[in-house]
């Protein structure tokens, strides 16, 4: 057998890896969508990664205008073969908006901003290179307003694709569940529809797994009066020793559980405490109701914790609550979002399993000895998604394919490199793994706990069942209708 020399391969290789960029290119030159390659001076600025944990090198990043280029677009890509992904605000914890892997073709929709609300059904209509930030202002200008997380630089696509978790959720739902159509490109490079009435197993799908079933250039979503008040509380404890602590988790399941409001919303804040056997933690949420009512309202769960060393109160518009929950710029365009290199991990609980006294005593002395020893800027969030009069749980499990409707708390696990800058610490993978295990191996065998998407980890074991749920096969058998090449593929897709 004849052989081929490392150079001569390699000449090959790099042969047609020009070809493709070339006909790319030209394929994409024809329909008028502007794109940048690997050679052009700016491709290493357009291809950073919010978590720079990750290093990709897609084979272009075109930036499409309308739906129609976004069909041309990936006509493009699928002529030769090439995985292709949309970028909505790139703020994928894993990357997934370049890819995942090397040599994709990604579809950059921030050139698709617009934001149309139809005063006559209160309906908006919100292309998904939009961020979250942007967003509110648009809505609130017009005196509406949407469930969705606190971070101005997110963008709508992945976010509503997934989830879309807020301090509104228990009263409005996730972002998900206020969409009623879609504008949806598919594999084939064709445009369509999808709602209640029209593709209705695509319209399904992308309620909980959309990035993988088709590129969505635009929602039409159910908006909501804006809340006439607003108030944001911000309590912080500088030290708690870990019977205090797991006191403050198991009787914030105990509150939860109570005639809560569905105007009101919370998280537990955790990070490392001043000394070994102690954490820091922080309240912080936002009530949306009569502010009449925020003091009796908050008062039940306050009396079980000792004296916050620092109080926040801060009462005003319903835009001003989301200025102060975002903690940065509303407006994407007059500032640049810092980056991060991190790895997170997450954990749904469910309602009818709330943790045990073992799970939170064993949670609460990891953070507390482990996260004082290690050498990561570390935090967890425990979201309360659940809870008595949660609009979250209240949807039908199998209408949508979000798959865990009957969660308590979204708890995110989050550790950054000590300087927040490459590389990432080893030690901090298995430090968030035992985390994450504190909890899982004090509970029941059988506990039903689940993971949430938007918190991507591409190390999770028994990823599928635990993101997707029961849903999964389902979801299986629509992608292989709708792009049964597998086009739009990426870690921890269907």
Request: aromatic share 10%.
């Amino acid at each position: 057998m004849p052989c081929i020399s490392f150079l001569t391969l390699a000449s090959v290789l790099l042969g047609t890896a020009a070809q493709s960029v070339t006909v790319l290119q030209q394929d994409l030159l024809a329909s008028s969508v502007s794109a940048v390659y690997p050679t052009d001076a700016n491709y290493s600025t357009v291809t950073l990664a919010y978590n720079r944990r990750f290093t990709l090198d897609p084979l272009a990043i075109a930036y499409p205008t309308t739906p129609q280029q976004v069909a041309a677009a990936v006509r493009a890509g699928v002529a030769q073969n090439m995985e292709v992904v949309a970028r909505s605000g790139g703020h994928s914890y894993i990357a997934n908006g370049l890819g995942g892997v090397n040599g994709s073709l990604v579809v950059d929709l921030s050139q698709m901003k617009a934001v149309t609300v139809r005063p006559s059904n209160n309906t908006a209509v919100i292309e998904t290179g939009n961020r979250l930030g942007d967003i509110a202002l648009a809505l609130n200008a017009a005196g509406r307003a949407l469930p969705h997380g606190t971070c101005s630089y997110v963008g709508i696509g992945g976010h509503s694709g997934y989830g879309g978790f807020g301090f509104t959720s228990r009263a409005w739902g996730l972002t998900l569940d206020t969409i009623k159509s879609a504008t949806v490109v598919l594999a084939n490079g064709t445009i369509v529809a999808a709602s209640s009435t029209v593709n209705t197993d695509l319209f399904w799908a992308i309620r909980g797994a959309s990035p993988s079933f088709g590129i969505i250039t635009s929602i039409e979503v159910q908006t909501f009066p804006a809340p006439q008040s607003a108030i944001v509380f911000q309590y912080g404890w500088e030290s708690l020793d870990i019977a205090t602590a797991s006191n403050a988790i198991a009787s914030f399941q105990t509150f939860a559980a109570s005639n809560i409001p569905p105007e009101f919303g919370a998280e537990l804040v955790f990070s490392a405490g001043p000394s070994s056997s102690h954490v820091a933690f922080g309240w912080t949420g936002a009530f949306y109701g009569n502010a009449s009512d925020f003091n009796s309202t908050i008062a039940p769960y306050l009396k079980t914790l000792p004296a916050p060393s620092t109080t926040t109160i801060s009462p005003g518009s319903y835009i001003n609550s989301v200025s102060v929950l975002a903690g940065e710029a509303l407006n994407t365009s007059t500032a640049v979002e810092s980056p991060d290199t991190f790895y997170t991990k997450s954990l749904m609980t469910p309602s009818g399993s709330p943790m045990s006294a073992a799970a939170i005593e064993a949670f609460v002395t990891y953070m507390a000895v482990q996260g004082f020893q290690s050498n990561t800027a570390w935090f967890v969030e425990v979201e309360l998604y659940g809870g008595s009069n949660s609009a979250i749980n209240a949807v039908p499990l199998d209408s949508t394919a979000f798959a865990k409707r009957d969660t308590l708390f979204t708890i995110q696990f989050y550790a950054s490199s000590s300087d927040h800058a490459p590389p990432y610490p080893a030690a901090g993978f298995t430090f968030m793994d035992g985390m994450v295990a504190s909890i899982i191996e004090n509970s029941p065998s059988n506990w039903s706990y689940g993971a949430y998407l938007n918190y991507a980890d591409n190390m999770l074991a028994n990823a599928t069942s635990l993101y997707y749920g029961s849903h999964y096969p389902r979801l299986q058998s629509i992608k292989a209708a709708v792009d049964p090449q597998d086009t739009f593929r990426f870690p921890i897709g269907v």
